[in-house]
């Protein structure tokens, strides 16, 4: 890690000489501003930072952040990411992607690039739109939604990401929406000091095609019906005039003014079996939606076991070269 000691960078060094080609009032505007503000804090070089893309709205990031970048191909960011931190372990490597290029055709790379816990930081846009292609629907459009694929209403189940990535073994989910700037912020500062592969959601409006997916969570009811999840704290929203409660695995709404607080129930980051119950109550219309760490626990990362097992080789059997390892097998001269 290359730390800045004689000069403190700011936001204005992190932005690119690039016009920024997005529809106005799309909610990437505020990702990426609270990306370029949060990256100097982190007290890294430029030159140490890489965001990589696949295809989407969404991939158009690393043009706009003045450090290395890769917009790479159609879902397969994760993969090119993976290589890029294989390489240079000193890195830090981020994926932008979206609900399509990460969870449809990308989604084996997803699954495989947190199943390996590669210390890799993924940040997920999820619009629940196809917005580059002009409007179908995505891997998380809800059932019903009309689109131009979809004239009569999708039948397809939505992907829920928190519970793909849990699935897959993710040792860090979060969620957060673009228009909690203040969240937002906390969010990648917590997925950046995770040593380990870290996944976070970001609900991000599309004001073209799905305008008003997030409205909820967003307008002037958005503390009835959003819950910011805090580690060791009890799980309380609206105000902590509501709060969550465990009917043996199922969640339910309480009102304060009849319960205790000892009723309610505590979140664990770091226990699996509540981490699936937050996450499939997602889009729950009786419960309030999740943000904050919904899992994060410490787990030896694919990198570093992969530098450890080259150290161990070399020591035993010395550096080697590319040469003798061509010389290995059967060879022969051609005349």
């Known amino acids: ?34 990306a370029q503000k949060q990256m100097p804090t982190f007290g890294r070089k430029k030159e140490d930072i890489v965001f990589v893309s696949g295809i989407g709205c ?4 690393p043009y706009y952040m003045n450090t290395y970048g890769f917009h790479s191909i159609h879902g397969r960011a994760p993969a090119l990411a993976t290589g890029v931190k294989i390489a240079n372990p000193d890195l830090s490597v981020w994926v932008v992607t979206g ?24 940040l997920m846009f999820n619009n629940r739109i196809y917005g580059l292609t002009k409007g179908q629907y995505s891997p998380t459009s809800e059932v019903g939604k009309v689109t ?33 700037q203040k969240h937002l912020a906390e969010m990648m500062e ?12 970001i609900y991000q409006n599309c004001n073209i095609f799905n305008d008003g997916a997030f409205e909820e969570y967003t307008g002037s009811e958005k503390f009835d019906n959003v819950i910011d999840l805090k580690h060791g704290e009890p799980m309380l929203f609206a105000k902590d005039t509501k709060g969550i409660k465990l009917d043996g695995s199922t969640a339910m709404v309480v009102e304060m003014e009849k319960h205790s607080i000892d009723d309610i129930l505590i979140h664990d980051e770091t226990n699996l079996d509540l981490a699936h119950i937050i996450a499939n109550w997602t889009s729950n219309p009786d419960l309030p939606e999740p943000i904050g760490v919904i899992y994060c626990i410490d787990k030896p990362t694919y990198n570093q076991d992969m530098v450890d097992q080259i150290n161990f080789a070399k020591e035993k059997k010395g550096e080697g ?12 001269t051609v005349s």
């Open 148 to 180: 131009k694929a979809t004239p009569y209403g999708s039948i397809d189940i939505p992907l829920n990401p928190p519970s793909l990535a849990l699935g897959a073994q993710a040792t860090f989910v979060a969620r957060t929406i673009d228009r909690w």
């Open 99 to 122: 609900d399509g290029d990460g969870l449809s055709i990308g989604g084996n790379h997803f699954m495989h690039a947190l199943r390996r816990n590669m210390d890799l930081n993924i």
């Open 58 to 61: 969404s991939s158009r990031f």
């Open 321 to 332: 070269s590319v040469q003798d390892l061509l010389n290995a097998g059967d060879t022969w």
């Open 190 to 201: 917590k997925s950046y000091n995770h040593d380990g592969g870290s996944f976070v959601e």
């Open 1 to 34: 890690m290359s730390e800045i000691k004689e000069t403190q960078l700011t936001k204005k060094d992190f932005v690119s000489d690039q016009a920024v080609r997005w529809c106005p009032g799309c909610g990437d505007y505020a990702i990426l501003a609270q």
